[in-house]
């Protein structure tokens, strides 16, 4: 089935400095990507759709320049967080959609804890 | 942003209970899906409906999309402690780039 691997799955940065999150699907070609934010006990926030070779579609309120997106290719798409700071703090989840028909692979997450 | 009614918002059930949960929308759905979210992971598709009346069944697991396609419910008969999780609907517009429409979850709770 469709793998959508997401790395790192945790990572603790201090306030000031920029993180990267990665995206891939493994076995599948994907031309729309979706990235989310998930505050605890509370349902998936979307933050922005990614979409290969255009720029990304941010949902309002979300502050493209803060959350840099990055969807080089058809297996990969990136989120990195900008000057992040401790209110940043939170689970970011990326999914992919496929090019024919519907896929809705989650990745595993990356708890972000901004210190 | 915009979101479907999921309910119940938390089941506490006995081991070997049947478990029902639903959500509905005013608006009309291509898709519907149901995910589970077990902590610190992302959620994972459990079935996914995509005509209106579709019942599909995944082992113990049973969901139906609505006739007017404005609501979905999901069932999960004689429930086991790997059950135990955080279980999502979610939506997909008409018209749309595959972007989903969430529930806020119900939180299944089994008794020990």
């Given at each position: 089935g469709a793998v959508v691997s997401q790395h790192p799955?945790?990572?603790?940065?201090?306030?000031?400095?920029?993180?990267?999150?990665e995206c891939r699907s493994l076995d599948f070609q994907a031309t729309t990507m979706f990235w989310y934010r998930q505050f605890?006990?509370?349902?998936?926030?979307?933050?922005?759709?990614?979409?290969?070779?255009?720029?990304?579609?941010?949902?309002?309120?979300?502050?493209k320049d803060k959350f840099l997106i990055n969807h080089a290719s058809l297996t990969l798409s990136t989120l990195t967080v900008t000057s992040a700071h401790p209110e940043d703090s939170s689970f970011y989840i990326c999914s992919a959609g496929q090019t024919a028909g519907i896929g809705y692979t989650f990745g595993s997450g990356t708890r972000l804890t901004v210190v | 942003g915009q979101q479907l009614n999921q309910s119940p918002q938390s089941m506490f059930i006995q081991e070997g209970e049947d478990v029902s949960m639903n959500c509905t929308s005013s608006s009309i759905f291509n898709t519907w899906l149901w995910y589970k979210q077990d902590p610190g992971e992302g959620p994972v598709l459990l079935i996914a409906l995509y005509k209106a009346g579709e019942l599909t069944?995944?082992?113990?697991?049973t969901a139906q999309f609505g006739i007017t396609r404005k609501d979905s419910f999901l069932n999960i008969s004689a429930s086991i402690p790997?059950?135990?999780?955080?279980?999502?609907?979610?939506?997909?517009?008409?018209?749309?780039n595959y972007q989903l429409i969430w529930g806020a979850g119900t939180k299944l709770i089994i008794k020990p």
């Open positions: 799955s945790r990572v603790i940065c201090k306030s000031g400095t920029s993180v990267k999150i605890p006990k509370q349902s998936l926030m979307l933050m922005a759709t990614s979409n290969e070779g255009s720029k990304a579609t941010y949902e309002q309120g979300v502050e | 069944s995944n082992g113990r697991l790997s059950d135990v999780g955080i279980y999502f609907c979610a939506g997909q517009l008409r018209d749309s």
